[in-house]
C-alpha cells in the first residue's frame, strides 16, 4: 500500500486549520502541514483571477484518498478546489509507518 502527500489550496488560514484538524481527528490524514502567504494566479469564470491562499499538505495511505478526498470537499468553500495526491516514493521507514498507524487507529 502506498503512501500519499495531498496538496490541497484553500482560501485562508482558518479555513485550511478547519478542513486541516479534521483530517487528522477521522484519521484520514497522519498529519497536515499548514503553508501561508501562497499568491496564485489562475483562470476562473473566463477570467485571470489571483489572490492569497493556504496550502495543506496531509500525509496519508493510498485507501483513505477517496475519503479525504470527499471530507475536503464537503468542508471547503470553493466549488473546484484542488486536491491532488502525490505518491511518495522512498523515505524515513519509521516515518511512513506512523502515517500507516495513524491513519489506522480509527477502525
Keep these: 500500500m502506498k503512501h500519499y ?6 482560501s ?12 487528522v481527528e477521522e484519521h484520514l490524514a497522519a498529519c497536515v ?3 501561508g502567504g501562497m499568491h496564485s494566479i489562475y483562470w476562473w469564470n473566463d477570467e485571470v483571477n489571483d489572490g492569497h ?3 495543506l499538505i496531509a500525509k496519508t495511505m493510498e485507501d483513505r484518498l477517496d475519503a ?3 471530507r475536503v470537499v464537503t468542508l471547503h468553500s470553493y466549488d473546484c478546489p484542488c486536491i491532488v495526491a502525490l505518491p511518495i516514493e522512498g523515505g524515513h ?15
Excluded: C, H, M
Design 12 to 23: 485562508n488560514r482558518e479555513e485550511a486549520e478547519a478542513i486541516g484538524r479534521q483530517l
Design 68 to 70: 479525504l478526498r470527499e
Design 5 to 10: 502527500f495531498v496538496y490541497i489550496t484553500t
Design 33 to 35: 502541514n499548514i503553508v
Design 93 to 107: 521507514q519509521p516515518y511512513l509507518d506512523w502515517i500507516l498507524k495513524e491513519t489506522r487507529d480509527s477502525e
Design 53 to 55: 491562499e493556504t496550502i
